[in-house]
């Protein structure tokens, strides 16, 4: 079992940079695939990044790309987001997600149905 908690979240201007965590319990987490997603009032939840456990594979959404980091420190276990230049559009509350086994190597990062495990969420809120 895996445990994620989101933290970071806030209100920014646009333009502005946050960066969000996401703390897991279990000693395992550090062999997870890690992704973050988020969801805006009213649409589906989206993909934003991915990260292996190894940190040798990054994904991205089009839209974050140079704009969003992805990272992990495993000995913390905790894998961050870092998000520059945020926008409007990107208000939501945004979410990580893992698999349900360690090791596993989402063949669709981008697809919720690769993911079993999920924390509460962070909203994050820019203004214009």
């Known amino acids: 079992q895996v445990q994620l908690v989101e933290s970071g979240g806030g209100l920014v201007q646009a333009g502005g940079s946050l960066r969000l965590s996401c703390a897991a319990s279990?000693?395992?987490?550090?062999?997870?695939?890690t992704g973050w997603f988020r969801q805006a009032p009213g649409k589906e939840r989206e993909f934003v990044a991915g990260i292996n456990w190894r940190e040798t594979n990054t994904y991205y959404a089009d839209s974050v790309k140079g704009r969003f980091t992805i990272s992990r420190d495993n000995a913390k276990n905790t894998v961050y987001l870092q998000m520059n230049s945020l926008k409007p559009e990107e208000t939501a509350v945004y979410y990580c997600g893992a698999p349900r086994y360690s090791g596993y190597v989402p063949l669709t990062p981008s697809s919720l149905r690769e993911y079993n495990y999920w924390g509460q969420g962070t909203q994050v809120t820019v203004s214009s």
């Open positions: 279990g000693r395992t987490f550090s062999t997870y695939f």
